[in-house]
């Protein structure tokens, strides 16, 4: 069964320093989507991407935060310079778009740290 | 009002037991409501959509209703591997995002 990939699992880093996560979401979708859950709270919306350009966006995705799909396959969530705050897990999912149900796929995130 | 309503539980139920979950949501634009499980530091993953008629898969049975902005979980004989967050999430559809509620924590115990 096809799924949504996501790496690093972990990535540890110093506040102030720029982060690069990734995922690789389900071949055929073509909707992507960027979700963070802070220990102990819900999951919460940060970004929506399609036909290469962000369709959606939460309070929380600041200037701070950029997405791009650079090939066709992969999607990355990037954070420029990292807060004690920033600290959570970080989810992708993926949705197709044509019929069907609206469901979306969630990768099994990365675990961000901000030291 | 939060977005999306549920009881935190966490709810300790003896194996084999019926357990009944609520949720109520604020936006009566919604569209498209589903309940999600997610294990301890693990991703949420679909456990089921919810229609208007109510659907059962198996031992989980939900429920919608739109005029009290109600959704329900019920999961019969309940097992020890059904021990997990169950998280009640809408969506205005059409690919918009998802908005989860805080999830109900489930134990199921021998």
């Known amino acids: 069964e096809p799924e949504v990939t996501q790496t690093p699992s972990h990535q540890v880093t110093q506040m102030g320093q720029e982060v690069i996560l990734r995922c690789v979401p389900i071949?055929?979708?073509?909707?992507f989507y960027w979700y963070r859950q802070i220990l102990g709270q819900k999951v919460e919306f940060l970004v929506s991407?399609?036909?290469?350009?962000?369709?959606?966006k939460s309070e929380i995705f600041d200037d701070q935060f950029s997405v791009e799909r650079p090939d066709g396959s992969n999607f990355t969530l990037k954070i420029r310079s990292t807060k004690l705050e920033d600290s959570a897990m970080y989810f992708c999912?993926?949705?197709?778009?044509?019929?069907?149900?609206?469901?979306?796929?969630f990768g099994p995130g990365t675990r961000l740290t901000v030291l | 009002r939060k977005e999306v309503e549920q009881d935190p539980g966490p709810f300790n139920v003896p194996e084999g037991a019926t357990v009944a979950f609520n949720c109520t949501y604020s936006?009566?634009?919604?569209?498209?409501f589903f309940w999600y499980r997610q294990d301890c530091r693990k991703e949420p993953k679909l456990l089921m959509s919810?229609?208007?008629s109510g659907n059962e898969d198996g031992r989980f049975t939900a429920q919608l209703n739109r005029a009290s902005q109600y959704i329900s979980l019920l999961i019969r004989d309940s097992k020890l591997s059904d021990s997990a967050t169950y998280l009640c999430?809408?969506?205005?559809?059409?690919?918009?995002?998802?908005?989860f509620g805080t999830g109900t924590q489930l134990k199921v115990e021998l």
């Open positions: 999912a993926s949705r197709y778009i044509a019929g069907g149900p609206d469901t979306q796929y």
């Open positions: 071949s055929n979708h073509l909707y």
């Open positions: 991407f399609y036909n290469n350009e962000i369709s959606e």
């Open positions: 936006n009566s634009a919604s569209q498209s």
């Open positions: 919810v229609y208007s």
């Open positions: 999430v809408v969506s205005l559809g059409g690919g918009n995002k998802l908005t």
